[in-house]
Nanobody
Framework: QVQLVESGGGVVQPGDSLTLSCGASGRTIRNYAMGWFRQSPGKDRDFVAT????????YYAGFVRGRFTISIDNAKNTVDLQMSNLEPEDTAVYYC????????????????????WGQGTRVTVSS
């Protein structure tokens, strides 16, 4: 079992950058695909980005449009989400999650498939 803790959320202005970090304990994240999801009030939890345990394959949601980068550091057992050019529509609670094998693109993008979740970190983009 792996425990996940997100950090790095906050209040920023449109156009700003922010990096979210997810620290894992209990097991190495190399054994999991790691994903970032977000949820706004009254909406479903949406896929943002995901990466395989070795960091070789990553997928992004269409709304990312090159603004976000997911990266994994197996030595530190962390996965980061670097966000730039933030928009008010990016306001949400962001969650880190871990997915056991097998991995496929469809499974990695589906929040219902993930086995472990962090508590979330809030990002507010407002002028």
């Amino acid at each position: 079992q792996v425990q996940l803790v997100e950090s790095g959320g906050g209040v920023v202005q449109p156009g700003d950058s922010l990096t979210l970090s997810c620290g894992a304990s209990g097991r190495t994240i190399r054994n999991y695909a790691m994903g970032w999801f977000r949820q706004s009030p009254g909406k479903d939890r949406d896929f943002v980005a995901t990466v395989t345990g070795g960091g070789s394959v990553a997928y992004y949601a269409g709304f990312v449009r090159g603004r976000f980068t997911i990266s994994i550091d197996n030595a530190k057992n962390t996965v980061d989400l670097q966000m730039s050019n933030l928009e008010p529509e990016d306001t949400a609670v962001y969650y880190c999650a871990a997915l056991e094998t097998p991995w496929s693109e469809s499974r990695m993008k589906n929040p219902d498939r993930y086995n472990y979740w962090g508590q979330g970190t809030r990002v507010t983009v407002s002028s």
